[in-house]
């Protein structure tokens, strides 16, 4: 698997794959530079090298945002479902799925100074790094985005698998952060989460990769 390394980051390759695994973790620099400018943070933290989960790329976990009231300008929300439908693919505009697709919306009487404004629920949500990072139009095909992650906790809650999200697909360079919804707000009786992932229909990771991981909700952590 790859393994955290503060210095350099250092690249061996066998045609389109990464060799063995021998690349290291580079540091978290694009999933810290994505949350700066967002002006936000992760509510858990791990970094987990899920293995190549997609050719010439392994896929690097970075943990968790949870879900949480929002207020948000008032859209559209025929005319954002219209787009939804017509973009090409989740690379479009910069791989736009519904990056805060919220799981319900509950509209409230508008501040004075927000008369646009109404309060939502975002998504709980996976952040991630694409090891090395997406180049030379990679990203453009959507080939990073059929890999699947599918949510269970232990208390039953039925999270949907549309696997909405978005990432960087062209940064190139050590990592390219992206996200994925979880598919649905964790109940607070929770107490713990399991993520399964499953590689495009046409690849097959080499071994070891993580099928799965499972966090402790209460101690926010991995188990």
């Keep these: 698997a790859l ?7 250092r690249w061996r390759w066998a045609g389109a794959r990464c060799e063995d ?4 973790i580079p540091p978290r620099t694009a999933t810290d ?10 509510d858990i933290v791990f970094d987990v090298d899920l293995g190549e989960l997609v050719r010439g790329h392994h896929v690097v976990a ?7 009231p929002d207020r948000v300008p008032r ?3 025929e005319r954002l ?8 693919g989740p690379s479009s505009g910069g791989g736009f799925i519904s990056r805060r697709r919220p799981a319900r919306s509950d509209p409230a009487e508008p501040d004075p100074g927000e008369p646009d404004a109404e309060m939502t629920m975002t998504e709980p949500e996976l952040h991630y790094e694409f090891v090395p990072g997406l180049d030379h139009g990679e990203g453009e095909h959507g080939f990073a985005w059929y890999w699947m992650m599918y949510a269970s906790d232990d208390v039953g809650t039925e999270y949907a698998d549309y696997n909405g999200g ?11 952060h992206g996200t994925r919804d979880i598919g649905g707000q964790i ?37």
């Design 81 to 88: 479902q219209e787009l939804i439908e017509s973009a090409e």
């Design 187 to 223: 109940p607070p009786e929770a107490s713990r989460l399991t993520l399964r992932f499953e590689p495009p229909e046409d690849w097959v990771p080499p071994e070891p990769w993580r099928r799965e991981v499972v966090i402790d909700l209460r101690e926010r952590r991995l188990t």
């Design 166 to 176: 978005a990432f960087d697909p062209d940064s190139g360079g050590a990592a390219s």
């Design 21 to 24: 695994r021998l690349v290291r």
């Design 3 to 9: 393994t955290a390394d503060s210095g350099i980051t």
């Design 75 to 77: 859209i559209d929300r």
């Design 33 to 42: 530079s994505y949350l700066a400018k967002q002006s936000t943070q992760l």
């Design 62 to 68: 970075r943990g968790i945002m949870l879900g949480g």
